[in-house]
């Protein structure tokens, strides 16, 4: 019955256009981040070529080339902001429809005429989520390896896409979480457009207001994943850092900084506990789905704006 409600809701997002559209904005994303990187890669080689020349003009030997001392993967910082920016907005919203026709629209009074189990009902949904997501991701990492054998006009090393498959990986977990967001948003709310505003309250609240309380960041710095978080010597930031450690948006930032070696190297062992809370949210958000739509009854209608 899992398999059945996930192949019936992916239909319904290619019949609505959701998964085309999903797809087309990350990759378009991908595509952006490729260009910034090829661009700024140019940029600095001119300039590395001309101060060679002027610094061999006048006998003195030329510096180190500076994509000797740069990781190949770095040419993909960007992608560790759109995704948290851009791609949790897309997870948001494939959640959000995913339930959100079966709610307003006296479908789910049609389903559960059936016999179908509630926890395999939300089950097939976040699966059908989970795998446009999965697509959509895996069509993003084919055009990123793309980028970077153009720009380095070599392939990546197997380490190298090890690596970029890993920061793939922890992005496909990161996103889940608010795909669930948007589904838990439509059992909690009567309406369609409520449902959808209070998901983006909690991804705000999660991508800018935390971290700015548990770090002292700005809210644009909140999204760099090369900034090291302010002094924390005042009382307010000593107390509210202590829930750093949880904060999903700092933990993916710093993890796909050491996935993509954009910070100094930390033992993997540290990276992983990264992930945990971004997998602990999605367990919380998970269980809080499965017992709301449990209770919910789907044989009253609902507001339908």
């Known amino acids: 019955m899992i398999t059945l409600v996930a192949r019936h809701q992916l239909r319904a997002l290619r019949r609505q ?128 390896t793309v980028a970077l054998a153009l720009v380095n006009t070599a392939l990546p090393s197997l380490a190298e896409l090890a690596r970029l498959g890993l920061f793939y990986a922890v992005s496909w977990l990161y996103l889940l979480v608010f795909a669930l967001v948007g589904m838990v948003t439509v059992l909690l709310t009567p309406k369609r457009s409520l449902a959808l505003l209070g998901a983006m309250g909690v ?48 933990q993916y930032r710093a993890a796909s900084a050491q996935i993509l070696e954009l910070n100094p190297a930390e033992s993997g062992g540290a990276t992983a506990l990264r992930v945990l809370p971004i997998a602990g949210a999605l367990g919380a958000l998970g269980v809080a789905a499965t017992s709301l739509v449990g209770r919910h009854d789907y044989s009253k209608g609902s507001s339908d704006d």
């Open 17 to 144: 256009r959701v998964l085309v559209a999903t797809v087309g904005s990350l990759l378009a994303t991908t595509v952006l981040a490729g260009v910034i990187g090829w661009s700024s890669h140019n940029t600095i080689v001119r300039v590395y070529n001309d101060a060679t020349q002027l610094l061999a003009a006048d006998g003195q030997p030329a510096p180190p080339n500076p994509f000797d001392l740069k990781p190949t993967l770095s040419l993909l910082s960007n992608m560790s902001i759109y995704i948290p920016l851009i791609g949790a907005l897309l997870a948001l919203v494939i959640g959000h429809v995913a339930m959100v026709d079966d709610k307003t629209t006296g479908i789910g009074r049609l389903v559960f005429s059936r016999p179908l189990a509630r926890r395999d009902y939300i089950a097939g949904k976040a699966t059908a989520a989970a795998a446009v997501l999965g697509i959509t991701l895996a069509a993003s990492a084919v055009i990123a």
């Open 203 to 250: 991804w705000l609240v999660l991508t800018f207001a935390v971290p700015q309380f548990t770090s002292g960041l700005h809210p644009t710095a909140s999204l760099n994943p090369v900034v090291d978080p302010v002094s924390t010597s005042q009382t307010f930031f000593r107390i509210t850092a202590k829930a750093r450690p949880v904060s999903i948006a700092e």
